[in-house]
Each structure stands twice: as C-alpha cells, then as structure tokens.
C-alpha cells in the first residue's frame, strides 16, 4: 500500500513537465549527467590517494632467513674452509 503505482509515477512526472517545462529538462538532465561525472571522478581521486599514500610508505619487511653459512656446525665449516685454503 505505501509503494508507488505506475500512475503515481506519471503524476510526477506531468507536475515535473509542467513546472520545469520541456525546455529546461534536457538541460536540467544535462547538468545531472556532468554532476554525476564529476562525483564519480573524485571519488576515484579520493580512494586513489589513499592507495597511493600506502605505496609511498615503506613496508617492513617479514625476517629474513639468517645468513647462509650461520647455524649449528658453521664454526666448524669455517675451519674446516679455512683449512682447506692454506
């Protein structure tokens, strides 16, 4: 019962003819399609620079395996290398 009907619908759209006229309502739809281009742009600007400040700052970086040649038995790789180029 509260939705709209089809004629509801052409009733507003008579008094809309009838206030705005037919001349002015290309323009008028004119004006709302350039609104709605522009809306859209900067919103895409606006979600385009938060991205863009998260790619400027510097992410840290997970730790990285330790050094090859480091853990258990490397003091004994290092002697045996050592040794084995004197």
Same mark, same amino acid.
């Given at each position: 019962?509260?939705?709209?009907?089809?004629?509801?619908?052409?009733?507003?759209?008579?008094?809309?003819?009838? $206030?705005?006229? !037919?001349?002015?309502? &290309?323009? /008028?739809?004119? =004006?709302?399609?350039?609104?709605?281009?522009?809306? @859209?742009?900067?919103?895409?600007?606006?979600?385009?620079?938060?991205?863009?400040?998260?790619?400027?700052?510097?992410?840290? $970086?997970?730790? !990285?395996?330790?050094? &090859?040649? /480091?853990?258990? =038995?490397?003091?004994?790789?290092?002697?045996?290398? @050592?040794?084995?180029?004197?």
């Amino acid at each position: 019962m509260g939705a709209m009907q089809p004629w509801h619908w052409i009733v507003v759209i008579v008094v809309v003819v009838i $206030l705005f006229g !037919s001349k002015k309502l &290309p323009d /008028a739809a004119r =004006g709302l399609g350039r609104s709605m281009r522009i809306l @859209k742009s900067e919103m895409g600007e606006m979600t385009g620079d938060g991205k863009k400040d998260e790619a400027e700052q510097p992410r840290e $970086l997970p730790p !990285s395996d330790p050094a &090859p040649g /480091a853990g258990p =038995g490397a003091e004994a790789r290092r002697a045996a290398d @050592k040794h084995a180029d004197s």
